[in-house]
Every structure is written in structure tokens, then in C-alpha cells.
């Protein structure tokens, strides 16, 4: 028998250039009710922050997730990134984003990911995009550009990964 309980909360604040937001999580996975019982929790933190200057528009979150298992508490992992929107014709924006993922295991499984995009609004409701991200993964980490679903390959532990994005919204 498993249970599971979530409790997310969020506040967001914008006016004019500024918009600020801020998200907890906790969490609660007890895996095998019976005796002995086994908890796995999970509390994160996000904040993120943006800016529009008109010419350009600065971005940056930070994240911590502080994980426990079994009543043994782990190091605090934390995520930090930043990035800018620049316009570049009325319709069009080029992004370029900077992420860091910091493992606080002793295995030091950090991973940091940079990308570029481009969209275009074709109306109100639809844009076209296309990307490229590149991650470089430490040590045992394994963070792949897709998921690994439907056959594709996965990365190697330690090795870099990268891919190209299209589509419509």
C-alpha cells in the first residue's frame, strides 16, 4: 500500500516592467505502510524574478529541493538560472538561457545547460520556435536535451548532450 500527500502554494506580483514570483512544495510519499513503514519527503522552494528594460528583458530563477528518506535528511540541491528576452522585429524574440543544477549528493552529479531560441508570432494565439540546448553533465549525471521515452537513446553518465527544437503554439 502506498499514500501520497501535496501541498503547493504560489504568490506572483507584477506591475509594469517587474513580475516576481515565488512557489512551495511539500511532499510526502510513504511507500509500504506496513511495519517498517518507509517515507521518502520532499520540500522545494522557487523563486524567480523577471525585468523588462523595452531593448531587453532579464530573467532569473532559484530553486532548492531539500530531500528526506527514511528519516535521513540529504544535502539541499539547488537550481539556478538566468536569461534574456531581446525583441528583435515586432513579431519576433531571440532568448538565451544559462542553468546550473547543483547536486548536493557526495556524488556531485552536477549538470549546467545553456540554449538559444527564436519565436514568431504568426497571430495572437500561435508563435513558431526553434531552438538548441547543450547540457554538460559531471560525473554519474545523466540529463538528457528529450526524455527518454518512446526508444530514444539515453546519455552516458558524465557525457554531454545536446539537440534542436521546432514547433508550433
Known sequence: QKKQSDVTFGVEYSDGPLALNYIHQRALDIIDTTAPAVSNKAS????????????????????????????????????????VQVPVTAV???????????????????????????SHELSKRTILYS??????????AAAQVLPNTGGRATVAAGANASGWGFGVR
Do not use: H, I
Open 131 to 140: 531552438g538548441y540546448q547543450r547540457l554538460s553533465n559531471d560525473n554519474l
Open 44 to 83: 522545494e522552494n522557487w523563486v524567480s524574478g523577471a525585468y523588462d528594460l523595452g531593448v531587453v528583458k532579464l530573467m532569473g530563477s532559484y530553486q532548492t529541493v531539500q530531500r528526506t528518506q527514511g528519516g535521513v535528511k540529504f544535502a539541499t540541491d539547488k537550481l539556478l538560472s538566468v536569461g
Open 92 to 118: 519576433g524574440k531571440v532568448y538565451f538561457g544559462y542553468a546550473k543544477a547543483n547536486d548536493a549528493s557526495p556524488a556531485n552529479n552536477d549538470v549546467d545547460s545553456w540554449g538559444v531560441q527564436y
